[in-house]
């Protein structure tokens, strides 16, 4: 339930920007979907995603826009942890901990570019408000379908700011639609997560690359 109000909380906080966008040239609607790859290593690949609105100051010549986008971006990491027991069959004592973090960002952006027929480059770079919600789980290592005896979670939010540059391309299918690929590198600021009564506490930035395909609409 708290996901959904983020993401309805940033889905009103754009909503002003789409009618100005709507009556005036150079407005235009885009979308992103692609992988976060996130800068440890040991934390696995997320799906990333972006929706929103831009305007464009000089369409035609070149590209100068400021763009307002709303998104989401999920990490996820595994870890095994044994004990020194070991168990009348041999089996050493352990527990598996997931952490997955949900990350719905609000970014402001400015774009610049340049066209050449069809094609635009361009870079770019902005801020982003985060708002995190992470669930810490632990469960047993030994379990199957009727054995699964050790399994608890907590989960907690976070918000937080940060930077981001960015580069892409597209290409106009006609005067009006565009697809294309971005690059975002996105700095953020250190999370702190408080589970269990404050048992266990996790620190660390959400800093990493997405790599998306863009698809847009312009007005």
């Not at 992103?32 to 934390?43: C, F, H, N, T």
């Not at 719905?104 to 801020?127: D, H, M, N, Q």
């Not at 976070?158 to 391309?169: K, N, P, T």
Request: proline content about 3%; charged content about 20%.
């Amino acid at each position: 339930m708290r996901k959904r109000i983020l993401v309805a909380a940033a889905a009103l906080f754009l909503a002003p920007m789409t009618a100005g966008l709507a009556q005036a040239d150079g407005g235009y609607l885009v979308g992103k979907a692609g992988v976060y790859l996130p800068d440890e290593g040991d934390i696995d690949t997320g799906f990333s995603g972006e929706i929103g609105y831009g305007f464009d100051v000089l369409p035609g010549p070149g590209l100068l826009a400021f763009e307002g986008t709303v998104g989401y971006f999920n990490a996820e990491k595994t870890e095994d942890y044994f004990t020194s027991y070991t168990n009348f069959y041999g089996f050493q004592s352990g527990y598996e901990v997931n952490m997955q973090a949900d990350v719905v960002p609000l970014a402001l952006s400015l774009k610049a570019g340049i066209e050449t027929g069809p094609v635009t480059l361009y870079i770019g770079g902005g801020v982003d408000l985060l708002f995190v919600n992470m669930e810490l789980e632990y469960r047993d290592s030994y379990r199957d379908y009727y054995y699964d005896r050790y399994h608890y979670s907590d989960d907690d939010n976070d918000v937080i700011f940060a930077g981001h540059v960015m580069a892409g391309i597209t290409f106009d299918i006609n005067p009006r639609m565009f697809v294309g690929a971005e690059v975002k590198y996105l700095a953020t600021d250190d999370i702190e997560m408080s589970f269990y009564g404050g048992e266990d506490v996790i620190t660390g930035d959400l800093s990493g690359v997405t790599v998306t395909g863009v698809f847009g609409f312009r007005f």
